[in-house]
């Protein structure tokens, strides 16, 4: 259902009886009943349809969700099953079944179809069997794959084709996708020509059948990039498409987090809360990238201005994610004036000081240090730090290439098996002092991306708590002070990671966070008695 007024009404017809009704239910504030008795009649129906939240329509960002009433912090907003899976458009080839890479040694082949799968269960399974293997086989001629080891030109056009296949396997499922934004295509853009080489073409001339006209496809083939969401459960990672998930709206600074379960839902929750009436938001794009990298990401792959809160602040909520040091006073920040003049003059923003810089030489600094970080081994300590104390004579501390290497160092300083144990003083309190720099910028930009909040609050846990036993040992009084620090941490992680699937790097985290909380709880305990 879409509306065009973000108002609640105040009465509507009873879900059961039609009548008309002034109660309704506490949880979406959507359903009417006339009676308790109705209301408990109608929960078995309504309790999969029950969100809170409901759509709206603008002539700017289309349909989109507003919070019917206020959201707890932790509660989950949606819960859903995906309406179709598949491979990435650019992938190495994987297993059809279960999405999984296969190489080209222990690679099995389906034997009606040739499609690569990697066990009978996976050949059988019905995303494979009911979709491309039948129409494979219909084709007349098994597909034949050799090269694994860089991305293959047939899977671009298995996504479109599972959700074209919906039409004749599910058409309850095949309904609800064409109920998605697709987008307009322009013509020169590179992108339409190298659909329109993989899927648009490719489907009808290799499958050899024209079940669906040229628009369809390409309607369809504008759906699945609009509305695919990356799986990160297997490697390389698939795509799925969900229905009601794909009408949240993207922010740069979303209210929501999304996570992923074991079975492939996918879960919106509000880490810090949401109040009623407000937008209810996601984001399309990585929200650790600086603004103009956000935008044209977002412009390529979803076809749209951003124009969010966080892109219209050129300070980014005075974190300066995005600025240069000005090099004539260095105090001030270099910024634009305003998100509409990115790419004229940069001023300093220090009231002292008129220095002016072109866009041209900033964008041609940024580019440079771009290179160079993607030429760096991130993983070596050594390269972040000198990194780290070179650019910084000309990056804002905050700036997000200092961010991006800070976070390598907030995991790697310490790692491995009892790791933490083994380094210096001083670098223990390095990684805590990073770690607290991270939390705090990350908080202050994006206080939902409660992966990564999650990830660093782990390490900084287990810091403070590597710092709480060393103090213990030489009977440190702030001991104590240091483990319920390094407990209220870890609770946080766990709290943040909690909805991430038990097979993901994040899962893991949040049972080892589990588990320290519990070690930490005996020995605070301990030292109290
Ligand atoms: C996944 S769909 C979201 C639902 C869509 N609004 C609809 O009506 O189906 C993504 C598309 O919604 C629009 N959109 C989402 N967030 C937006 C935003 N913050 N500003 C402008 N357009 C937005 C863009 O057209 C984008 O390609």
Redesign the pocket.
């Known amino acids: 259902m879409v509306e065009s007024n973000t108002e609640v009404e105040n009465s509507g017809k009873c879900q059961i009886c039609d009548k008309a009704a002034k109660s309704r239910c506490s949880g979406c504030v959507q359903a009417f009943y006339c009676s308790v008795e109705h209301q408990r009649e109608d929960w078995k129906n309504h309790k999969p349809r029950c969100v809170p939240m409901r759509m709206c329509h603008d002539d700017?960002?289309?349909?989109?969700f507003i919070a019917t009433r206020n959201i707890k912090p932790g509660e989950i907003v949606l819960k859903e099953a995906p309406l179709i899976i598949g491979p990435s458009q650019v992938t190495p080839p994987v297993c059809v079944g279960c999405l999984k890479e296969v190489r080209e040694k222990n690679h099995g082949a389906c034997e009606k179809c040739g499609w690569p799968v990697c066990s009978r269960a996976c050949q059988e399974s019905p995303t494979h069997a009911n979709f491309e293997c039948k129409l494979t086989v219909e084709r007349g001629n098994k597909i034949v794959i050799k090269n694994f080891a860089s991305p293959h030109p047939s899977y671009s056009c298995l996504l479109p084709l599972r959700c074209l296949l919906l039409k004749e396997n599910d058409t309850e499922r095949w309904k609800k996708v064409l109920e998605?934004?697709s987008?307009d295509y322009d013509a020169d853009d590179l992108q339409f020509k190298s659909d329109m080489e993989r899927v648009v073409e490719f489907i009808p001339r290799f499958f050899k059948c024209n079940k669906w006209t040229r628009e369809e496809i390409i309607k369809i083939n504008g759906i699945s990039r609009?509305?695919g969401h990356e799986l990160p459960l297997t490697n390389p990672s698939c795509v799925a498409i969900y229905h009601r998930a794909?009408?949240?709206?993207?922010?740069c600074r979303p209210n929501l987090s999304k996570s992923f379960s074991e079975n492939n839902e996918i879960i919106f929750w509000a880490p810090n809360g949401i109040k009623a009436k407000e937008h209810l938001t996601i984001s399309y794009t990585d929200v650790l990238w600086e603004t103009s990298n956000r935008r044209h990401h977002l412009q390529q792959t979803?076809?749209?201005e951003?124009?969010?809160e966080r892109c219209t602040d050129v300070t980014e909520y005075g974190t300066y994610f995005s600025s240069l040091k000005c090099q004539k006073c260095n105090v001030g920040m270099l910024v634009p004036n305003s998100l509409k003049e990115w790419s004229q003059d940069w001023r300093c923003t220090d009231a002292n000081c008129n220095n002016i810089v072109t866009y041209e030489k900033v964008n041609k600094f940024i580019e440079h240090v771009g290179k160079d970080l993607a030429a760096m081994e991130k993983e070596n300590e050594g390269n972040c730090i000198k990194f780290i104390e070179h650019y910084s004579k000309w990056l804002s501390p905050n700036h997000f290439y200092i961010t991006d290497v800070k976070v390598a160092l907030s995991q790697i300083i310490g790692a491995g098996i009892n790791g933490i144990q083994k380094i210096s003083d001083e670098r223990l309190k390095l990684k805590c002092k990073i770690c607290k720099e991270l939390i705090d910028l990350i908080e202050k930009i994006v206080p939902n991306e409660a992966r990564v909040i999650g990830l660093i609050k782990f390490e900084f846990h287990s810091s403070l708590a590597e710092a709480g036993r060393r103090a213990m040992q030489v009977k440190d009084p702030n001991c104590k002070a240091m483990l319920e620090d390094s407990l209220r941490y870890c609770y946080d992680s766990i709290r943040l990671l909690g909805n991430e699937a038990k097979c993901l790097p994040e899962g893991n985290i949040c049972r080892q966070a589990r588990i320290n909380a519990s070690s930490l709880e005996t020995l605070i305990g301990g030292i109290l008695g």
Do not use: P, V
């Open positions: 700017k960002i289309g349909r989109h998605l934004q987008h609009i509305n794909s009408f949240f709206e993207h922010s979803k076809h749209f951003c124009e969010c």
